[in-house]
């Protein structure tokens, strides 16, 4: 956490990995890691002082509207997972994460990625973000 | 089929095994095959003149309430499956369907289950099926 | 932890709903409790002193043979979820889980499940557990 | 398909969202098109003569280890996807495949996708393709 009244822009969640994120080739199903950086910008989110369950109960969605992994290296069951998620563009009506995931044990890169949502109303409208989370993105950012 | 007016009872769908529904055993992940069940009885109310899709828009949701299964063989990636879905059972407000998971290349028996479905509405409430299901159900089990 | 020499035969773990996991009837997708009983077991085995993946280093796969899952409520995004379970049967070459999931801050029931698998090596046919395991589950049963 | 005696670069697969595959936006759940990808290459490389069960059985396995999407519009439950996959580049020991996916129905562009892929043995260590798909993808090419 830094030191400053600013909101944090980073996010650590580690878990383990689950046999059903195996595949046949003895390794985590790449999809899966899409799931997992997910889970990092749910943490993130949460850190800004709202839950992106709220946000949905305001009408709004974030959809992802770009994606792009990188892979590194394999994870494996039962390993330690770490994801590492910063924010890195906030705009009125989009916000950019990146990620890193590792071996929380060796340190070892796994994936990096990188994902923008777009916030969205019920029709999938581009709408602009509920005012609190846009003030705590664009504090985040600065 | 029936030689009767009565609704086919039954449903068969083929599908090929996919690359991420294997686990690193080497075969299809056990829960995975609750989702090849869905989509057997996705078929059959399908056959009922009406769709799932356009039952809940009506405001009814149909919710697995219980489910078992009999794992025979394993299903492997690339395999060609086929799911006999049976109308087992129909009440006001629940239902029960059979499924025969198979090889459709060997015709081994893969998996057998049985799930029942709640009828419930937007607040998770016990409701009457929508009229024409209902009438399609009591047909088809007649 | 018992305070005497037996194994424990109860694990119980914790964690959130990840969005992936829900579906458009906006709870969670019943196969995924099949996941999460996956995940209860794997801890309860790390307790006895080994682990799963352990286990399949030695050439053993656990395979599931029978599941039957009753779903009480519904799990929602966000919630946390904990999953106790239970060492219920063990055998030479089988063993059953019982599997309590929980809403971990309402204390609400959601899915009450039971498992058998059986022990197979890599051919698939059924053989006997490694010893340790099975003194170790023979332990936990008395 | 080409009227030359070259392989066909090109495979298109249609089939019918899942339950399963949605989350409580009432859309697909963004990850599931990495997955629907897969099931295109999948189709195409066993236009090659081959399957890509057989590739590795033969001790190769194909790794992602680059994927870029790009989300244009929502794929619903119940909707008919089309695949189109398409070799964009091959080498001795990678290969990239683009991805179009539509709604089958109305045509509409949904998400456009690209992955390279690894050739890689069992330890993990980058090989050569082997020689029949490496032959059958420059044709492909060509």
């Known amino acids: 956490m830094p030191d400053s009244t600013a909101t944090a822009a980073t996010s650590e969640i580690e878990f383990l990995v689950r046999y059903a994120e195996t595949d046949q080739m003895q390794v985590v199903y790449h999809a899966n890691y899409l ?20 946000i949905e109960k305001q009408g709004v969605a974030l959809a992802v509207v770009d ?20 924010l890195a563009d906030a ?9 890193l995931i590792e071996n929380a044990e060796t340190g070892a890169k796994l994936v990096s990625a990188r994902t923008t ?3 969205i109303n019920g029709e999938g409208k581009l709408v602009s973000m509920p005012p609190h989370l846009r003030r705590a993105l664009e504090s985040a950012i600065a």
Chains 1, 2, 3, 4 share one sequence.
Do not use: K, N, P
């Open 35 to 54: 799931i997992w950086c997910e889970m990092g910008r749910t943490d993130l989110i949460g850190q800004f002082g709202t839950s992106y369950a709220d």
């Open 67 to 86: 994606a792009s992994l990188r892979y590194h290296a394999a994870a494996r069951y039962g390993d330690r997972i770490r994801v590492r998620t910063t």
């Open 91 to 99: 705009r009125s009506r989009s916000v950019t994460f990146d990620y």
């Open 117 to 119: 949502l777009a916030s």
